[in-house]
């Protein structure tokens, strides 16, 4: 199959799957259950990409100043400072590891 046969048949894939959820019963979405077990996914999902991103370089593994942001990033957030300062600070640890 040519390369734009595969662009199209993951498109109409996403559509399809985007369009499922529209036939899902309004009741169901609104149950306590199924708003704790979305929050859940979402904050999964978005934890497990957090370390995948810090943490991989290509099939291996990589400690480097990304390692050292996201802890720096996540004591700034543990003192509860503003998001700002959060970025901030992930930001000049990273580049502080990156200078040593």
Do not use: E, H
Not at 71 to 97: D, K, N
């Amino acid at each position: 199959m040519m390369l734009w046969g595969w662009i199209l048949l993951g498109c109409a894939a996403a559509w399809a799957i985007k369009f499922a959820g529209y036939l899902v019963p309004v009741r169901w979405l609104q149950s306590p259950r199924m708003s704790r077990v979305a929050g859940c996914l979402t904050i999964g999902l978005l934890a497990s990409l957090t370390a995948m991103n810090t943490v991989s370089a290509g099939t291996g593994l990589a400690l480097d100043a990304r390692l050292g942001a996201l802890i720096a990033a996540a004591l700034a957030l543990v003192l509860r400072l503003p998001f700002l300062v959060v970025v901030l600070a992930g930001a000049a640890a990273a580049a502080l590891l990156r200078l040593l």
